[in-house]
């Protein structure tokens, strides 16, 4: 059975920073791209960050140069490095594993709550 359990969320202030992992399990990891999306409340899902099987990276352009994501397939996890926060930046993050070979699944983990604030 696929997990992906999250972590690292939290409150932090405006300016500061938070790493925050999902480690799946029972997928193949090394061939799926992997996604952080986050979802604020009355607003759409939206896709944060994305990285390859192969190491290609995707950025919305609301993070670029503030958030990075990266991940270790030896532990079967994959991070998001958040810098520079913004109050804007407040919302519950969820982690993506999308398998790039048939059969081409969708699986999501249940979220971290992010909160930035004063």
């Known amino acids: 059975q696929v997990q992906l359990v999250e972590s690292g969320g939290g409150l932090e202030q405006p300016g500061g920073s938070l790493r925050l992992s999902c480690e799946a399990a029972?997928?193949?990891?090394?061939?799926?791209?992997m996604g952080w999306y986050r979802q604020a409340p009355g607003k759409q899902r939206e896709l944060v960050a994305a990285i390859t099987s192969g190491g290609n990276t995707n950025y919305a352009d609301f993070v670029k140069d503030r958030f990075t994501i990266s991940r270790d397939n030896a532990k079967n996890t994959v991070y998001l490095q958040m810098d520079s926060l913004k109050p804007e930046d407040t919302a519950v993050y969820y982690c993506?594993?999308?398998?790039?070979?048939?059969?081409?699944?969708?699986?999501w983990g249940q979220g971290t709550q992010v909160t930035v604030s004063s």
């Open positions: 993506q594993a999308k398998r790039e070979r048939w059969p081409k699944s969708l699986y």
């Open positions: 029972g997928v193949s990891f090394s061939a799926c791209t």
